[in-house]
């Protein structure tokens, strides 16, 4: 069975410096990979996918992850937070087999000091 | 294009009570999904409609949760005799392809249940 675990579940930077949220997965396939941010109040919205074409993925909002297979990372990345960058951000891993095969992580919050 | 939306935002129910949730999704989505996120976990995957036809339910739907979408457009999520495991935010997603992935989806805001 498919699982991920995103290593910190809080993370802390000051505007303007880079951020780092790191996501690893297990799956017995080549699986999707996705990032998620939550703002409070606010619907999910997908920050990026990868679907096993290239395996440096950029999102929207100036993220970008990289898929590792060598090491099953999937870690999302931004060279500068901004203010409004302080979220809960989700790692999800997706395998062939209906939505049951959706796994989602556990979360990272994010919080942004100005 | 209002987004979906969720009614209520939050409920409070004693344990035993019934409880019923809405969701109405983005016009013309034909794809509509159920989703719980207890505290400190990601979401979970609960049911799935394509149109009014429910083709897909998780084991973790219990028979004290019932879904419908009688006419393909809002969806109703009922939990009978709330136990207090209950508690979370219940999310819905609505998308507009009939091989809707995980990334074609939008979802709602939830809907936060708490049962005392």
């Known amino acids: 069975a498919q699982s991920v675990t995103q290593l910190d579940s809080h993370v802390s930077v000051s505007e303007g410096t880079p951020v780092l949220l790191r996501c690893n997965y297990s799956s017995s396939y080549s699986p999707s990979l996705f990032w998620y941010v939550q703002h409070p109040n606010k619907g999910l919205q997908l920050l990026l996918k990868y679907t096993s074409a290239a395996t440096l993925v950029k999102g929207i909002n100036g993220f970008e992850a990289e898929f590792k297979k060598s090491e099953t990372s999937f870690h999302l990345t931004k060279p500068s937070a901004h203010m409004s960058d302080a979220a809960e951000y989700f790692c999800?891993?997706?395998?062939?087999?209906?939505?049951?095969?959706?796994?989602f992580g556990t979360g990272t919050k994010l919080q942004v000091i100005p | 294009d209002t987004g979906v939306s969720q009614d209520p935002r939050h409920k409070i129910t004693k344990r035993g009570q019934n409880v019923t949730f809405r969701c109405d999704p983005i016009s013309e989505h034909n794809r509509l999904y159920w989703y719980r996120q207890t505290l400190g976990q990601g979401p979970e995957f609960l049911t799935y409609f394509q149109n009014e036809a429910q083709l897909e339910k998780s084991r973790l739907l219990s028979d004290r949760f019932s879904a419908e979408r009688p006419k393909g457009s809002f969806s109703t999520l009922e939990i009978q005799r709330t136990e207090q495991g209950d508690s979370a935010m219940y999310l819905c997603a609505s998308s507009p392809r009939r091989t809707g992935g995980l990334d074609t989806q939008y979802f709602g805001p939830g809907t936060r249940l708490t049962v005392l």
């Open positions: 999800v891993v997706s395998e062939p087999g209906g939505y049951q095969k959706v796994t």
